[in-house]
């Protein structure tokens, strides 16, 4: 089975900031990579997917990178509304990574 | 516009079966997509159950195979869930979610519609 780890776990940022999280997948898995953001007591919301194109709707401030096996989301400059967690997602999902506020 | 919404029993009993169902509006249930099921232990991961297409295909998580099944009722427009055999570690919020495959390979697929989720509590 296919394992994604994301780093870090928790991050602490301020707005404006450029904020990078990552996916590792234990083995490759081509492009085939999807991120989320979920706001706590909500449904998580579809953000990129194949790795770097960004689902209609979603602010360009968001860029996905990657792949193979190393992938990353990228937050060009953190706003408000952002302060989340976020997965990534293949066959499962990874477990997360919580971005709060500094 | 598409949306999902979730609805079942909060509370269920440990050996008993959950049973959730996903009604779908806005839309056709018999469109070209699949449709999951994904839970959520409190304060914790994602975990995906299973998937079903409106001819009643179905795909589930190894891990809970045993004890899943995923229907679709046309006529209904609707889709269910019941995992049997539930215990404490089964406790979760569940969400409906619209399956989009966009590759060739099984792996190029993501969720783009969610419901709300629907909190069930396995307790006696």
């Known amino acids: 089975d296919i394992q994604l780890t994301q780093s870090p776990s928790f991050l602490s940022a301020s707005v404006g900031d450029r904020v990078t999280i990552t996916c590792r997948a234990s083995q490759g898995i081509s492009s085939y990579l999807a991120w989320y953001q979920q706001k706590p007591g909500k449904a998580p919301k579809l953000l990129i997917y194949?790795?770097?194109t960004l689902q209609s709707g979603v602010p360009s401030r968001f860029s996905g990178s990657g792949s193979g096996t190393e992938f990353t989301l990228t937050i060009s400059s953190l706003q408000p509304e952002d302060f989340a967690t976020y997965y990534c997602?293949?066959?499962?999902f990874g477990p997360g990574t919580k971005v709060d506020i500094k | 516009q598409v949306q999902l919404q979730e609805s079942g029993p909060g509370l269920v009993k440990p050996s008993g079966t959950l049973s959730l169902t996903c009604a779908v509006s806005?839309?056709?249930?018999?469109?070209?997509?699949?449709w999951s099921w994904v839970r959520q232990p409190p304060g914790k991961g994602l975990e995906w159950i299973g998937e079903i297409y409106h001819s009643g295909s179905t795909n589930y998580n190894p891990s809970l195979k045993s004890r899943v099944t995923i229907s679709v009722d046309k006529s209904k427009n609707q889709f269910s869930l019941k995992l049997s055999s539930v215990t404490a570690a089964d406790t979760a919020v569940y969400y409906c979610a619209r399956t989009y495959y966009y590759g060739s390979g099984s792996a190029a697929w993501y969720f783009d519609l969610w419901g709300r989720g629907t909190l069930v509590t396995v307790s006696s």
């Open positions: 997602q293949q066959l499962t």
């Open positions: 194949a790795a770097s």
């Open positions: 806005g839309g056709s249930i018999s469109s070209s997509n699949w």
